[in-house]
């Protein structure tokens, strides 16, 4: 069964940090593009970062650009999303996407599967 399990959401205060997982499960990650999405409530998902299988290229919405950084450990099947200088309109569900190596990296349409979400919730 091909699951992807996201870790590390919660509260921090606005300025602060936190660093979220996703651990995939019958699926080894190395072989996978790997992307941040997160949703907000009563708006639509929005692509945060992506990550290519080797880690040589990624790429940021420029909403979060400077402030977040993905990466992977792929001997560990797992990919990382370091928050930085969170914003009250950084607050949304987190979830991590597996998809090809082909395709626009920011599009829902390249990622096949999805982990469940992890809810981050900034104060001001």
């Known amino acids: 069964q091909v699951r992807l399990v996201e870790s590390g959401g919660g509260l921090v205060q606005a300025g602060g940090s936190l660093k979220l997982s996703c651990a995939g499960y019958?699926?080894?990650?190395?072989?996978?593009?790997m992307a941040w999405f997160r949703q907000a409530p009563g708006k639509e998902r929005e692509f945060a970062a992506a990550?290519?299988?080797?880690?040589?290229?990624?790429q940021y919405a420029d909403s979060v650009k400077g402030r977040f950084s993905i990466s992977r450990d792929n001997a560990k099947s797992t990919v990382y999303l370091q928050m930085n200088s969170l914003k009250p309109e950084d607050t949304a569900v987190y979830s991590c996407?597996?998809?090809?190596?082909?395709?626009?990296?920011?599009?829902?349409?390249?990622?096949?599967?999805w982990g469940q979400g992890t809810q981050v919730t900034v104060s001001p």
């Open positions: 019958g699926l080894n990650l190395s072989y996978y593009t």
């Open positions: 990550i290519v299988a080797s880690g040589s290229i990624t």
């Open positions: 996407a597996a998809g090809s190596s082909t395709g626009i990296l920011s599009s829902t349409k390249r990622y096949p599967y």
